[in-house]
């Protein structure tokens, strides 16, 4: 199968998946059929499987999370896998040591595949040279977030069966998303158009080459849209004034409920979350019939099911394992 290359000479490494970067059509598309098998086991009255008995997933996380981590773990427990836990606000970081130290007694207990979720983009490429264990990017920085780009490709999937000839919107604080650089590999990968709307202050610096159109104000692209996907303003990451304020930047960019009312009726609505009420969308807009941010919740743990069982129960590589693998132009 074309998705998994193993991209190392040594094949007693780990395999990963660090990126939609080095990921074709093919790559995406094999991955989001196998979803269709985990996300009907979901339904089922036990949903679990044995296909990774015996096996350890460590959910190695530097950042908070709410969805990725659950997600990552309830999949694991449905593959019948073992999970630990890392937690740094009570780990032996706050006591001087290492990333890599860390990392490496978390394999002597036994784990056969980390989930690395770190602040700094690339940690988690820079793991996978640590260890000969699998890795998957659970986000590092500004850099990339693979997994939330798969469950949302498989939700809109879900819905309109084909990404093909779709025009999405990405809106919001692009420059700091890791989900909308993924995202926009993923998407136009698998046939969608994609328009980034965001005052100029949040685009990314270098955003020459990326396969995107890039517009500064939602109103009057919301009726041509057959979907929209509202970011976070990440305040964590923000150091400098890049909007006048929440007010006016909601003013401009919020998906209210006037604002959905202008979208077609088959458009959807999506969110990676956690969701700002009343700055990017509004409780209205967010319980809408035409959102689906729910579904992404759910879908995410079909996703990383599948992701899991390729990199552990098939020995599967996926996608690149090099750093510099991004959207083009991001540097």
């Not at 207990?109 to 602040?119: E, Q, T």
């Amino acid at each position: 199968m074309s998705a998994v290359i193993d991209r190392r000479a040594d094949n007693d490494r780990g395999r990963h998946l660090l990126g939609i970067g080095g990921m074709d059509r093919s790559d995406l598309e094999e991955i989001l059929d196998l979803t269709d098998t985990f996300a009907e086991i979901g339904r089922r009255p036990i949903p679990k499987v044995p296909a990774l008995r015996g096996r350890t997933v460590a959910t190695v996380f530097f950042e908070g999370s709410t969805r990725t981590r659950m997600s990552f773990e309830v999949a694991a427990r449905r593959l019948s896998a073992d999970t630990v836990a890392f937690n740094a606000g009570t780990s032996s970081l706050s006591k001087g040591e290492s990333i890599r130290d860390t990392v490496e007694v978390i394999a002597a207990y036994g784990a056969d595949l980390l989930v690395v979720r770190h602040s700094m983009a690339g940690t988690a490429h820079r793991v996978a040279g640590w260890t000969d264990l699998s890795v998957v990017n659970a986000g590092d920085g500004c850099h990339e977030h693979p997994t939330q780009a798969l469950l949302d490709c498989y939700t809109l999937r879900e819905r309109r069966g084909s990404l093909d000839g779709m025009r999405i919107a990405i809106i919001g604080d692009v420059r700091h998303s890791r989900v909308a650089r993924s995202n926009v590999l993923a998407f136009t990968a698998l046939g969608a158009e994609v328009v980034l709307v965001a005052p100029a202050t949040l685009l990314p610096p270098a955003i020459e080459g990326w396969p995107v159109t890039v517009v500064h104000e939602l109103d009057p692209i919301l009726g041509d849209l057959d979907a929209v996907y509202l970011l976070r303003i990440q305040g964590e990451r923000i150091t400098e004034g890049l909007i006048p304020s929440l007010r006016e930047y909601a003013s401009d960019f919020c998906l209210t409920a006037g604002r959905v009312a202008r979208m077609r009726s088959d458009a959807l609505v999506l969110h990676p979350g956690p969701t700002n009420r009343g700055v990017e969308i509004s409780a209205e807009a967010a319980t809408d019939q035409r959102s689906v941010i729910l579904d992404q919740v759910v879908n995410g743990v079909s996703v990383r099911m599948a992701v899991l069982f390729l990199l552990l129960g098939s020995g599967r590589q996926l996608g690149a394992v090099d750093a510099g693998d991004s959207v083009e132009g991001d540097r």
